[in-house]
C-alpha cells in the first residue's frame, strides 16, 4: 500500500483510539460516585433541592446519558472545559497546563539521556560482542529491567541526598517558587539531577538492548559485507550504513515506551515530590478529587497516543521500505 | 522438546536459566515456611525494656533487618510479604495467561474479521498508558464498593491489562500450526473446532504458554509493587511493595533507615530477576520460531561453508 | 604470456566453528587470473569457491584466518600488506559483485549514492565528476539514469544485479570476481546478465573470476575453469582441457551429470554420496569415498596437483604426470 494510505490507516486507529479513551473517561466517571452537579460546583457547597434540580436542568443533567449527555460532555472537552477541581477549586484544564511543564521537562530529559547513552552503548555492546563490556552492560539491562521505578528512585534520593547534599523533593527551593523556571535554572537543575538519573538508568538498558540486537542483525546483513568489500574501514561501514538501519528499531521503541515513561513518571514525581502531571495524578487519586483525576487522565491517555501516532509517521519517513510495505 | 528427560537435560546445561528457577524457588520456598524462619510475627512490636517500641533499629543480633516506623521486625514482614507479592503476582499472571491465550487462541484459530477485531482490541490496549489506566480502573472498582480486598482488585486489573503479549504470542503459533497436515486431516474426517483446538492445538503451545506465563508473572509483580507502594494494596496484608510504601510515607528515608527501604525492593528485584531469566530460557527453548540467527552470524556462515547447510 | 595478474599458490584457510573445532576451508589451493581473462571457480555448494574469494580480499568473518599461502597481484603479496594498505586494493583494483544481489545494497541508501559513495572512497575524482559516472557506470549495464535516486527495493531481481556490476566498476579495476552472479535470478536474465559482462570485460579488458555451479554457464564464457572440491583444487586448466579431457574422477563425473542436448536422457547420472563436513575430512583423498576409481592410496595419501599437460593439471593418483611445482 502506499504511504498516504498507511498514513490514512494510522490516523483511523489513533481516532478510534482516542474515541475509546473518552468513552472509557466518560462511562468510569459516571460509575464514580458524586452527583455531577456537585463535579461541576464542588463537594462542600450547600445547596438546596431546588437549585439542584435547576442546575440539573442547566447542566442538561436531566437528559439521557446516551447520546445527549455524552455528546454534552464530548463537546465541553473539545472547547477545553474539563471541570472544576473539588481540591483545588480551580478549573482542572488550568492546573494541568500548569504543571504539563514540568512533566514534559523531566520526561523529555530523561528520554533524550537515556536514548543517546543506550545508543552508544548498545553500539559499543553490539560491536564488541561476548566482551566483557557487552556482558556487563547486558547484566545491567537485565538487572534494570527488573528493578521497581519507584524504588531506585527511593535510593537514589537517600543516596544523593544523603552524600551529595541534593534536594530531596521538589521542583525548585522553596524560596523560588513563585519565579519562573528559567530565571532559576540552576536551582532547578539541582532538583531535576535525581529524577532525571533513575529515568534515565531505567530506560537506558531497553534503548542499549534494542540497540545491540538491532546492531548484530545489521552486522549481519549482505551490504555490510559490500561496504567492506568496497574498502571502507570498520568505522565507516558503522556510521555510514549500519547505524541507519540499526536505528529504525530504536524509533519503534521510542514509540511504544511513551506509554510506559508516563507511568515511570508517575512513580519518579511521587517519590520526588516532583510538582508535575503524575503527582497531581496521584493527588487527585489520594484525594479523591475525580474531576482532576478524569482529566489529568484524559489528557496523559490522548497525549500518549497522539505521540505515537506522530512516531509512526515519523518512521514511514526514516525507513523507505515502508511504502512498499 | 519431545520428553521430559531431553527438555531437563537440556535446560540444565542453561546457567541463566538455572539461576532463575533457583531464585524463584528460593522465594517460594521462603514464603511457605515463613512461620520457621521468622523469629517474630510481622505484626508484633519489639519492646525494649521499658516496654516502648522500638522504631528504626538498626539490624542487630536479634533482628538481621532492624525494625520498622512502628518497631515491627523487618525481616519477618519481609518474608511473610513474600507471600502476599508472590500470591498477587501468580494469580494476576494466570489470568493473564488465561485471558491471552484465550484471545490469542480464537484470533489465530478462526482469522478473518474475529482476528481483525481482536488484534485491534490489543492494539488499543497497548497504546493506552498502563499506570493511569490501572490507576483509574482501581479508584473506580474501589468506589463500587464490591467489599472485596484490595489485592482481588489488583489481582483483576493486572490480569485483564497484561494479556497482550502473550495472546500476540500465542496467536502466531496457532496460525503455524493451523497450517500443518494434522489439523486439515482433523477437518476433513469432520471434527469440530472445541476438538481440533483441543485435541491437537493445545498440546502443542501449552509449554509456550508456560513459558510465557512465567515472564507474564514478573511483570505482574513488578505492577503489583508499584500499585502497592502508591497505597493502593491491603495494609493489613503488606506485600514488599506497601512495605516500601509504608517506609516512604513514613520517612524511613530521612531517618537512614535503610534496612527498612532497602530488602523489599532487593526481594522485588530477587523474584522478577528469577523469572525472567526462567521465562526467558524456557521461551528459547520451547518456541520453534524464535530466530536467533543474526545473533550467530559468523557461525551461520560458516557452518554453511562447512557442508552443515544448504549453499 | 604476460604476468599474471592474480597468482594463488598454496592458499589454506581455516575455520573456527562453536565448541573449538576447526574447519579446514582451503587446503593448498593454486590458480592464475591474466589480464582479460575469465576463469570459472566451480564446485558443488561448500566446496570452498566463495571461501577463496574471500580469502583473496581478506574478506573472512572474524572466525577465520588464512593459515598459510600467497596471494600475489601484480606481483604485490597481498597477505603480507596490513588492513589499511589491503583497503586500498579493495574495490580500486579488484571488486566483487555478490550472489542474490537483494541484500547486497543498503535497502535505505539510494543506488546512486552507493555507487557514487564507492568512487569518492577512493578520492578518484570530486563529487560532481563522480555523480557523472554513476550515470556513465548505470547507462552501461543498462539501467537508466533517472534511476539513480531510486531505493534497491524499486528494481527488479535482474537490475539490481546490474547495479552490483555497474557499483563493481566504478573504480576501473582490473579484476572482478562474481559470485554465482545468475543464480537467484531466472533463465532469460541469467542470459542478459552473462551477456552483459561478457560485453563489459571485451569493453574494459577486465579479468573476471566467475564463482559458479552452474557449468553450462562455465563453457560458454570461460577460458580457464578451475574444479574445486571438499576445499582443495580438484583440477585445472583451460576450458579445452576440462571439457574435452578431464582427468580428475570428480570432474568426469559433474561432466556427466550435467544435462546435455547432444545425449540422451538416461546417461544423466548424479554422483551418490554428499560433499563431506569441513571440520570432519576424510584422510588421503577428499574424494575417495564417492570415488568410483579410487585405489588403496587414495585412501591415505592427499594427491598433490601434478601437471598433465601443459597448463593442465588435476590432484589425483591415477593421473599420469609430472609433479607440480607450483612456484
Given amino acids: ?36 452537579v456537585r463535579a461541576v460546583i464542588g463537594r462542600n457547597v450547600r445547596i438546596s433541592p431546588q437549585v439542584q434540580q435547576a442546575l440539573r436542568v442547566q447542566f442538561g443533567l436531566d437528559k439521557p446519558v446516551f447520546p445527549d449527555q455524552f455528546i454534552d460532555t464530548l463537546g465541553q472537552w473539545a472547547q477545553g472545559n474539563l471541570g472544576i477541581s473539588w481540591s483545588q477549586r480551580q478549573p482542572v484544564a488550568n492546573i494541568l497546563i500548569a504543571k504539563l511543564g514540568n512533566t514534559l521537562l523531566l520526561i523529555g530529559l530523561g528520554q533524550i539521556l537515556s536514548i543517546f547513552f543506550g545508543v552508544i552503548l548498545g553500539l559499543l555492546a553490539g560491536w564488541k560482542r561476548k566482551t566483557p563490556i557487552d556482558v556487563g552492560a547486558l547484566t545491567f539491562s537485565l538487572i534494570a529491567w527488573a528493578t521497581p521505578t519507584f524504588w531506585l528512585g527511593i535510593i537514589l534520593l537517600a543516596a544523593g541526598s544523603t552524600w551529595l547534599g541534593l534536594p530531596t523533593g521538589g521542583i525548585v527551593s522553596p524560596a523560588n517558587v513563585s519565579k519562573p523556571l528559567y530565571t532559576v535554572i540552576p536551582d532547578v537543575a539541582r532538583h531535576l539531577a535525581l529524577p532525571t538519573l533513575t529515568l534515565t538508568i531505567l530506560y537506558l538498558g531497553e534503548y542499549m538492548l534494542i540497540m545491540r540486537s538491532s546492531i548484530l542483525e545489521v552486522l549481519n546483513e549482505d551490504y555490510i559485507l559490500t561496504a567492506k568489500a568496497k574498502g571502507m574501514s570498520h568505522w565507516q561501514v558503522l556510521m555510514r550504513h549500519a547505524l541507519k538501519n540499526a536505528m529504525l528499531p530504536v524509533v519503534t521503541l521510542i514509540a511504544l515506551n511513551l506509554g510506559f515513561t508516563v507511568s515511570g513518571a508517575i512513580y519518579i514525581e511521587a517519590v520526588f515530590s516532583y510538582d508535575g502531571l503524575g503527582k497531581l495524578f496521584q493527588d487527585a487519586l489520594t484525594k479523591q478529587d475525580y474531576p482532576l483525576l478524569q482529566g489529568a487522565f484524559l489528557l496523559l491517555a490522548v497525549s500518549v497516543i497522539l505521540a505515537n501516532m506522530l512516531a509512526d509517521i515519523l518512521y514511514t519517513y526514516l525507513d523507505p521500505r515502508v511504502k512498499a510495505n | 522438546m519431545h520428553n521430559l528427560t531431553e527438555f531437563w537435560r537440556t535446560f540444565r546445561r542453561n546457567k541463566l536459566g538455572l539461576l532463575g528457577g533457583f531464585l524463584i524457588l528460593t522465594a517460594l520456598l521462603a514464603a511457605i515456611f515463613a512461620p520457621l524462619l521468622t523469629p517474630y510475627h510481622p505484626t508484633d512490636v519489639i519492646r525494649d525494656a ?29 518474608v511473610y510479604g513474600a507471600r502476599i507479592s508472590l500470591t498477587v503476582g501468580f494469580l494476576a499472571g494466570f489470568i493473564a495467561m488465561f485471558v491471552g491465550s484465550l484471545f490469542g487462541i480464537t484470533a489465530g484459530y478462526f482469522g478473518g474479521w474475529i482476528d481483525n477485531l481482536l488484534m485491534r482490541v490489543t492494539d488499543v490496549l497497548l497504546v493506552i498508558p498502563d499506570l493511569p489506566l490501572m ?8 468506589q463500587m464498593q464490591l467489599n472485596v480486598s484490595p489485592l482481588v482488585i489488583i489481582i483483576l486489573v493486572i490480569g485483564l491489562l497484561y494479556w497482550t503479549s502473550t495472546a500476540r504470542l500465542i496467536r502466531s503459533q496457532v496460525l503455524t500450526i493451523k497450517e500443518r497436515q494434522f489439523v486439515a486431516r482433523a477437518r476433513a474426517i469432520g471434527a469440530g473446532n472445541a476438538h481440533i483446538v483441543r485435541k491437537h492445538i493445545l498440546p502443542q503451545i501449552m509449554p509456550l504458554i508456560v513459558a510465557n506465563t512465567v515472564l507474564t508473572i514478573s511483570t505482574a509483580i513488578l505492577v503489583e509493587s508499584g500499585l502497592a507502594f502508591l497505597g493502593l494494596g491491603d495494609p493489613t496484608k503488606p506485600s514488599w511493595g506497601t512495605m516500601l510504601n509504608f517506609a516512604f510515607d513514613r520517612n524511613a528515608v530521612t531517618n537512614g533507615a535503610w534496612w527498612f527501604y532497602l530488602p523489599p525492593g532487593l526481594a522485588i528485584v530477587w523474584v522478577s530477576l528469577g523469572c525472567v531469566l526462567l521465562g526467558n530460557v524456557l521461551e528459547e527453548m520451547l518456541n520453534p520460531r524464535l530466530t536467533t540467527h543474526h545473533l550467530e552470524g559468523d557461525e551461520n556462515m560458516i557452518s554453511i561453508a562447512a557442508g552443515q547447510g544448504s549453499d | 604470456m604476460s604476468e599474471p595478474l592474480l597468482s594463488v599458490r598454496h592458499l589454506s584457510t581455516e575455520f573456527i566453528m562453536p565448541e573449538g573445532k576447526v574447519a579446514r576451508a582451503l587446503e593448498d589451493v593454486c590458480f592464475d587470473v591474466f589480464p582479460g581473462q575469465t576463469i570459472g571457480l566451480v564446485g558443488e555448494s561448500g566446496c570452498g569457491k566463495t571461501t577463496t574469494l574471500m580469502s583473496v580480499m581478506r574478506l573472512l568473518p572474524s572466525n577465520g584466518r588464512i593459515v598459510n599461502g600467497q596471494v600475489k597481484f601484480n606481483g604485490k603479496d597481498l597477505l603480507a600488506l596490513s588492513e589499511p594498505e589491503m583497503r586500498g586494493y579493495r574495490w580500486k583494483e579488484m571488486a ?18 552507493q555507487i557514487r559513495e564507492a568512487i569518492l572512497l577512493h578520492d578518484l575524482m570530486d563529487r560532481d565528476a563522480a555523480e557523472k559516472r554513476v550515470g556513465e557506470l548505470l547507462e552501461m549495464v543498462g539501467i ?5 535516486d531510486q531505493y534497491p527495493h524499486q528494481y527488479s531481481g535482474g537490475m539490481r544485479q546490474r547495479a552490483m556490476i555497474a557499483m563493481a566498476l566504478a573504480c576501473s579495476p582490473d579484476l572482478l570476481f562474481a559470485d554465482e552472479p545468475t543464480t537467484a535470478l531466472d533463465v532469460m536474465i541469467q542470459a542478459q546478465v552473462l551477456e552483459l559482462l561478457r560485453d563489459i570485460q571485451k569493453a574494459l579488458g577486465l579479468a573476471v573470476v566467475l564463482v559458479t555451479h552452474d557449468l553450462g554457464v562455465v563453457a560458454e564464457v570461460c577460458d580457464s575453469v578451475v574444479v574445486m572440491y571438499g576445499g582443495k583444487v580438484a583440477e585445472y586448466g583451460t576450458a579445452d582441457h576440462i571439457y574435452n579431457h578431464a582427468s580428475h574422477p570428480y570432474t568426469q563425473r ?28 576424510p584422510n588421503g583423498c577428499r574424494f575417495h569415498p564417492r570415488c568410483n576409481v579410487k585405489v588403496k592410496e587414495c585412501e591415505t595419501v592427499n594427491p598433490k596437483l601434478i601437471t598433465i599437460s601443459e597448463g593442465h593439471y588435476a590432484a589425483c593418483h591415477l593421473c599420469k604426470g609430472q609433479e607440480t611445482q607450483f612456484a
Fill in chain 3, 96 to 113: 566483487i559483485v555478490f550472489q542474490g544481489a537483494m541484500n547486497a545494497l543498503n535497502p535505505v541508501m539510494k543506488v546512486g549514492d
Fill in chain 2, 135 to 142: 490507576l483509574v480502573l482501581v479508584a473506580t472498582l474501589r
Fill in chain 3, 254 to 281: 559433474l561432466l556427466a551429470s550435467f544435462p546435455d542436448l547432444n545425449r540422451p536422457a538416461d546417461t544423466l547420472a548424479s554422483i551418490p554420496g554428499t560433499p563431506p563436513r569441513l571440520t570432519d575430512l
Fill in chain 1, 1 to 36: 500500500m502506499s504511504r498516504r494510505d498507511y498514513l490514512l490507516r494510522k490516523l483511523g486507529f489513533s481516532l478510534m483510539t482516542v474515541l475509546i479513551v473518552l468513552v472509557i473517561n466518560f462511562v468510569l466517571f459516571r460509575i464514580l460516585p458524586g452527583d455531577p
Fill in chain 3, 144 to 148: 537508466a539514469r533517472t534511476r539513480r
Fill in chain 2, 50 to 78: 521499658n516496654g516502648i517500641g522500638m522504631t528504626f533499629a538498626p539490624p542487630s543480633a536479634h533482628g538481621p533487618l532492624g525494625t520498622d516506623d512502628a518497631g515491627r521486625d523487618v525481616w519477618s514482614e519481609l
